[in-house]
């Protein structure tokens, strides 16, 4: 199972490395408010500030990753992930940056959907995900006195 701190480099790298991957800055404006990619770029820069000059291979992961290169977010999230493990100030700012970045998030125009069922009724708005219902049921044996 992966550490934690693994899990939130890997994500922190991710979101940060939108501003490269999307295609232009409206498809990430679709994404997020302004506040939010606003937010995604201080990220983005401090982990540049972090990495860079650490060594010709970080450079080029770096390099590429601005470019758009997916190959290069996995070794980001490496390096990134030794850089939180030594300096858990650097990486508690950046795990609150990220939840920040995380509440810009728009709402999708994601479809109203009803399901009716029995005479049970649910609608939920779906906008990438799952949504998964159903009733509860606990079965308990007599009390014991």
């Known amino acids: 199972m992966t550490d934690p701190v693994t899990m939130a480099a890997v994500g922190i790298a991710t979101l940060a490395f939108q501003k490269f991957v999307e295609a232009g800055a409206g498809e990430l404006a679709k994404k997020f408010t302004d506040a939010g990619v606003?937010?995604?770029d201080v990220l983005w820069q401090k982990i540049r500030e972090k990495?860079?000059?650490q060594s010709p291979q970080v450079n080029d992961a770096l390099i590429l990753a601005e470019g758009g290169d997916d190959a290069a977010l996995d070794r980001i999230a490496s390096y990134l992930n030794v850089e939180m493990d030594k300096d858990e100030v650097f990486a508690q700012e950046l795990q609150q940056l990220a939840h920040e970045i995380t509440l810009t998030q728009k709402q999708g125009d994601g479809s109203q959907i009803q399901?009716?069922?029995?005479?049970?009724?649910f609608q939920n708005q779906i906008s990438g995900g799952t949504?998964?219902?159903?009733?509860?049921?606990?079965?308990q044996g007599p009390s014991k006195a």
Request: proline share 0%; glycine share 18%.
């Open 131 to 139: 949504v998964n219902q159903g009733t509860i049921n606990i079965n």
């Open 38 to 40: 606003e937010k995604i």
């Open 115 to 121: 399901n009716n069922f029995g005479g049970t009724n």
């Open 51 to 53: 990495l860079w000059g």
